[in-house]
Antibody
Framework: QVTLKESGPGILQPSQTLSLTCTFSGFSLSTYGMGVGWIRQPSGKGLEWLANIWWDDDKYYNPSLKNRLTISKDTSNNQAFLKITNVDTADTATYYC???????????WGQGVMVTVSS | NIVLTQSPATLSVTPGESVSLSCRASQSISTSIHWYQQKSNESPRLLIKYASQSISGIPSRFSGSGSGTDFTLSINRVESEDFSIYYCQQSYSSLNTFGAGTKLELK
């Protein structure tokens, strides 16, 4: 059974760094072809892909945010991470992590974690 | 970036109607398109992969078609539980993108 769960700070102030953790089970990020992606959704708006990390540690970022994003993984502990630097109110959203086999579709999603950026 | 344009933005239908939702890519992407359903306050759910491939556990009334730049998600005889937002996503580029979504609402 594949499950993913996101965790984060809940609220943070502008200019701070947002650190998100995705803890998963039922698959391994050391398996050939496996990947985890991060997607966010501001309230009432659409989905925005942020980044993917693959089993071989290859990484891809949304070009509009690339300079602010860092994706990483801890294969031993079945976790993936996303950091977003210098946040502002536009980064307020629900953040999802999802499994992506061969970095194609997202077949299993976490429940999402709400993040609010406010002074 | 590959841009995906979904239309219409909103589709008002009555249960029992059959509908088609469109997703158009800004360049040819073969069949590297995937469809998701998102109900209110829930995470997205994968409905169709690679334009037309079914997903285990998804009702057979959902089907997909298309290749190149034009793709369609069809729902045969809409049921009340289908009223939600539908998104397409491309994986032709390693820089994935989503469409803006089509909201299927009750007429």
């Amino acid at each position: 059974q594949v499950t993913l769960k996101e965790s984060g700070p809940g609220i943070l102030q502008p200019s701070q760094t947002l650190s998100l953790t995705c803890t998963f089970s039922g698959f391994s990020l050391s398996t050939y072809g496996m990947g985890v992606g991060w997607i966010r959704q501001p309230s009432g708006k659409g989905l925005e892909w942020l980044a993917n990390i693959w089993w071989d540690d290859d990484k891809y970022y949304n070009p509009s945010l690339k300079n602010r994003l860092t994706i990483s993984k801890d294969t031993s502990n079945n976790q993936a991470f996303l950091k977003i630097t210098n946040v502002d109110t536009a980064d307020t959203a629900t953040y999802y992590c999802a499994r992506t086999p061969l970095a194609h579709y997202f077949d299993y999603w976490g429940q999402g974690v709400m993040v609010t950026v406010s002074s | 970036n590959i841009v995906l344009t979904q239309s219409p933005a909103t589709l008002s239908v009555t249960p029992g109607e059959s509908v088609s939702l469109s997703c158009r890519a800004s360049q040819s992407i073969s069949t590297s398109i995937h469809w998701y359903q998102q109900k209110s306050n829930e995470s997205p759910r994968l409905l169709i992969k690679y334009a037309s491939q079914s997903i285990s556990g998804i009702p057979s009334r959902f089907s997909g078609s298309g290749s190149g730049t034009d793709f369609t998600l069809s729902i045969n005889r809409v049921e009340s539980e289908d009223f939600s937002i539908y998104y397409c996503q491309q994986s032709y580029s390693s820089l994935n993108t989503f469409g803006a979504g089509t909201k299927l609402e009750l007429k």
